[in-house]
């Protein structure tokens, strides 16, 4: 599904964050990508979504190489691409049902279809019955639950999550991870996560690529992390 080709990605700074690297990931799978600061674990989730253009090489998604789409065109390949970040990126001033409801906004569902779906969604990450609440009056974990439930909103092929642990303590960090892997094993999302979390990747005992200064070290199928 995904796969990349000698790919590159030097900043104006001089800094390279990716080295000629060569990636593929099978439609399906469930993959740790982890590495020290700066190894170029979010400039490679970046790359996915075209956030970021690589400085040389190929980066293909169901065989379309994504360099080609055109600007207009980058949208629709966003649709197919859910994304969940540490710091949750929520309105604090819109409901939990308002906040995963904006994707289909966008898109300009009927209000009966978005209702459906959202609520689908909430039922999906167990906070149907927090649908009108307001973010700050969440959990941490309810909070990033809420992210992902926008995230699947649209029924994305890939689900892409940056440190989405980050912020929480371990108990609903597993409780994250795990949803999560629920998604991946139900509607068989394709999951690639980067995270510092050790005893996460641990735990779930899923694919492991090790990045270090923008090469793959390591790529270890049920692997572990041992951070330096």
Known sequence: MIEFVSVSKKYPNGAIALDDLDLKIADGEFVFIVGPSGAGKSTLLKLITRETLPTSGKILFNEEDILKIPKNKVHLLRRRIGTVFQDFKLLLTKTVFENVAMPLEVLGLKDSDIEKQVSEALDKVGLLEKANSFP????????????????????????????????LDPKNSLEVVSLIEKLNESDKTTIVMATHNTQIVNHFKKRVITLKKG?????????KYEAA
Not at 136 to 154: C, K, N, P, W, Y
Not at 215 to 222: H, M, R, V
Request: hydrophobic residues 35%; without cysteine.
């Open 215 to 223: 090469k793959i070290e390591t790529d270890i199928k049920e692997g």
């Open 136 to 167: 700050l009056q969440l959990s941490g974990g309810e909070v990033q639950r809420t992210s992902i439930a926008r995230a699947i909103i649209s029924k994305p092929q890939i689900l892409l999550a940056d440190e989405p642990t980050g912020d």
